[in-house]
């Protein structure tokens, strides 16, 4: 049955892509190419390389200076006092706040924990290189969306490389992480109705997609609006309880089943059982839809992530990742076959309607796919950090996200409070 479901499902695919076809409901992405800034030939822009070859990349064999200002912020003396003081944040001192002036404010010096820079690489001279480069040569852009007017080599570099990175034929683009997984959501959501040409989807024609309790909102919310259109019913199973999940698929009479999870929990920083998920596919032949954001670049030998770190990535059918977090740009991408790109670009309305990352913004997500994969010793810091928090305080670490519960929210304040004012946090104040 799993070997023949994961075949069905490509199956499904490649008979609704005609469909849309036929339908003029098929939206192909169109790629062009920008031209610098002084050139004035058509001849010199045809040969000019897309992207930097990724030896022009400088990368470092260690920690730089530079490294440690990624967590390092400064925020208002007054802001920081409400803070320790537990009082109103926002309304009236908001519009106290706003009568001074930056340049008259005092500011306290502090450590940033809570960031999403796992790699540190938002301070990278490389990085910042590439993406000062493309806005002398291209300005802000971007034109409009990638299927209209503004999918350009810088996006089609970074899709290969993405797509490289995650063992799959194909990536497609998002302005962010939320969109990317709202796009597959609603796309899976839409297979059943046009396959039931002319009429409602009955309940077994409808898609089964089966959620862990604790997946992240844009799943949640994609679930839902997909739901709202007729062609998906979803179940929710108990957080990395496989017993549950294989429960609930085995007395599904659905034929078509989708599993999705985050591959790493960003509340609780476990990881979803990945490798029990694929013998469930194998078992049960759902589609595996995994949302990567918190394991990209940061997981597996090369970055590749979750699935490249319990080796099961042939497992994984459609990878989701961001930009946004150890990638330090901005975006969402979506890595799979050819056929469900094709699928997913025509049917997934978070992608249809939205502008694309501009192309300072991919040159510098590309840039930082190099830079990943040229640097392995910073994944291999983030590990040495977790030991050493560990040996430390006795608290377990599985991942670079670090959850510790307090209690209510009482006890939440005072702690953040304690954190606050601990001179190790609370560097000095600066005018």
């Known amino acids: 049955m799993g070997i023949m479901g994961n075949n069905l499902w490509d199956l499904w695919v490649e008979e609704v892509v005609p469909k849309l076809d036929s339908r ?7 790629p062009m190419r920008l031209p610098s800034l002084g050139e004035a030939e058509e001849e010199a822009t045809a040969q000019r390389k897309s992207h930097p070859d990724d030896d022009e990349f400088e990368t470092f064999q260690g920690m730089q200076p530079w490294d440690r200002l990624s967590v390092y912020i400064s925020i208002p003396e007054t802001f920081y006092q409400r803070l320790l003081e537990g009082g109103e944040l926002v309304s009236k001192n908001e519009l106290e706040d706003s009568k001074i002036s930056l ?3 005092r500011f306290r010096k502090l450590l940033l924990f809570a960031g999403n820079d796992f790699l540190g690489l938002s301070r990278h001279p490389a990085i910042a290189k590439a993406t000062a480069k493309a806005v002398v040569e291209h300005g802000t ?3 409009g969306s990638p299927l209209v007017c503004g999918y350009t080599d810088y996006h089609i570099a970074l899709e290969s490389s993405l797509a490289k990175l995650k063992k799959k034929e194909a990536c497609l683009l998002c302005p962010s992480g939320f969109a990317a997984n709202m796009a597959v959501m609603v796309a899976i959501g839409s297979l ?13 024609e409808k898609i089964a997609i089966f959620s862990d309790a604790l997946n992240h909102a844009s799943i949640v919310d994609g679930l839902k609006l997909a739901e709202r259109h007729g062609g998906v019913q979803y179940f929710v199973y108990k957080h990395c309880d496989m017993s549950h999940l294989d429960a609930l698929l085995t007395n599904c009479k659905m034929k078509k089943k989708v599993v999705v999870t985050d591959s790493l929990f960003s509340m609780d920083g476990d990881f979803a059982p990945v490798v029990e998920l694929a013998a469930l596919r194998k078992k049960h032949g759902f589609l595996f839809v995994l949302d990567d954001a918190h394991g990209t670049f940061v997981w597996g030998k090369n970055g590749g992530g979750v ?22 740009s901005l975006g969402g991408f979506i890595t799979c076959s050819k056929i469900w790109k094709q699928f997913i670009q025509s049917r997934g309305r978070s992608f249809i309607f939205s ?24 994944r291999t810091e983030i590990r040495k950090r977790m030991q050493e ?29 304690l954190v606050l004012s601990h001179p190790l946090i609370n560097l000095s104040i600066c005018q």
């Open 355 to 378: 502008t694309i990352a501009p192309v300072p913004l991919t040159a510098a997500s590309y840039a930082s796919v190099v830079v990943s994969r040229k640097e392995p010793w910073r």
């Open 192 to 204: 059943a109705p046009l396959l039931s040409v002319g009429k409602r989807p009955t309940q077994e």
């Open 141 to 143: 852009g971007p034109r």
């Open 24 to 30: 003029n409901g098929f939206m192909p992405l169109r």
């Open 103 to 105: 340049n008259q404010q």
């Open 389 to 417: 928090f560990q040996d430390l305080t006795g608290i377990p670490v599985t991942s670079q996200i670090l959850s510790v519960i307090v209690g209510n929210v009482e006890k939440l304040f005072k702690a953040s409070q």
């Open 307 to 328: 699935a490249e770190e319990f080796n099961c990535e042939n497992d994984i059918d459609i990878c989701i990742g961001t930009l946004s977090k150890a990638a330090a």
